[in-house]
């Protein structure tokens, strides 16, 4: 006669064979998801690298842009994508600096997507910012100086030459210094210590924009005179980038949370200009944000001092 008791249990499934599939049910799915945040990872560091290369394409189609104004791109060009970018010249490479600023605040958008942020990162993010907005702006406006101005003294070029230079130079250390002083997490950052790299290449990089546009539009009396100011642009931002005055960050202060009716449309006159006449909204945008800074520490500095002055005396 059958034990009814170990008939049963032949058929039913023992609690340690349970206990190992749903083991090793939560050991793929843990792995799975290792896999995606992985591939999650990988994006940011593709974003920076992105920022790098449009730097680096920045500066090569600044050489073209000089090298076809003096032989000809039908000459020396055989390649059509070459003579495409070197046709655009300078202006091609201006732009290049502004899609360099959308990878590089994508990369970051992307870092606090997955949840994780390095100091690889970081360190990525600084050196690509040292090309993008340190070298390549820098070489840009020697290249457009030295193509459109060729008959300078040799001692102004060399000044635009150390001008130049001297920009690169802050624009390290100033990325040097944000490295030693940053939090993790650009939801900290409500204020920079100095100019924002991005900031001081885009107000270069617009201001090109802005003077090839005059040129292009016959304009050239302006367009002249936007390319000897040119300099100054390089040479200032270059030390305000290292200067201890405060600049505000734009999308964390001004952007997030609740606003009033009158800034949305404020921003929706802005993006419409930026539709329309995009070159100039760009070059005077961008050099009102980089002298912001400055204006607004000689505001205080001035009030300070006024307050600090003994009251006139009483008359009798």
């Known amino acids: 006669m059958k034990n009814e008791g170990s008939d049963s249990s032949s058929f039913a499934l023992h609690p340690s064979s349970l206990r190992s599939k749903e083991h090793r049910r939560r050991r793929i799915r843990r792995h799975g998801r290792r896999a995606y945040i992985r591939s999650i990872y990988f994006l940011p560091s593709l974003a920076t690298l992105g920022n790098a290369v449009c730097g680096f394409g920045a500066m090569y189609v600044a050489a073209l842009a000089a090298l076809s104004l003096k032989e000809g791109t039908a000459l020396i060009f055989r390649d059509p994508l070459t003579r495409l970018w070197a046709e655009h010249g300078f202006v091609a490479a201006a732009y290049l600096i502004f899609v360099a600023m959308v990878f590089d605040a994508l990369d970051g958008r992307l870092a606090r997507f997955a949840r994780h942020t390095t100091d690889f990162g970081g360190q990525l993010d600084s050196l690509a ?96 005179a936007c390319l000897i100011v040119l300099p100054l642009i390089v040479l200032s931002t270059g030390l305000l980038m290292v200067s201890d005055i405060r600049y505000p960050h734009v999308v964390n202060r001004y952007l997030r949370g609740k606003r009033s009716f009158g800034r949305l449309i404020f921003v929706v006159v802005l993006l419409l200009l930026l539709v329309v006449w995009h070159q100039y909204t760009l070059g005077i945008g961008m050099l009102v944000y980089a002298f912001y800074g400055l204006a607004m520490w000689l505001l205080a500095r001035s009030r300070r001092s006024a307050a600090s002055l003994p009251p006139p005396p009483s008359s009798p």
């Open 129 to 224: 910012d040292v090309i993008s907005f340190g070298a390549a702006p820098a070489f840009i406006a020697l290249q457009l100086f030295r193509a459109e101005m060729p008959n300078v003294p040799i001692v102004v070029s060399r000044f635009i030459w150390a001008i130049g230079a001297l920009y690169f130079s802050c624009a390290a250390i100033r990325l040097a210094r944000f490295n030693v002083s940053n939090e993790h997490g650009e939801q900290a950052h409500f204020s920079f210590l100095g100019l924002p790299s991005p900031g001081a290449g885009g107000a270069v990089a617009a201001w090109i924009l802005m003077q090839q546009d005059l040129r292009h539009n016959d304009a050239s009396l302006l367009a002249r």
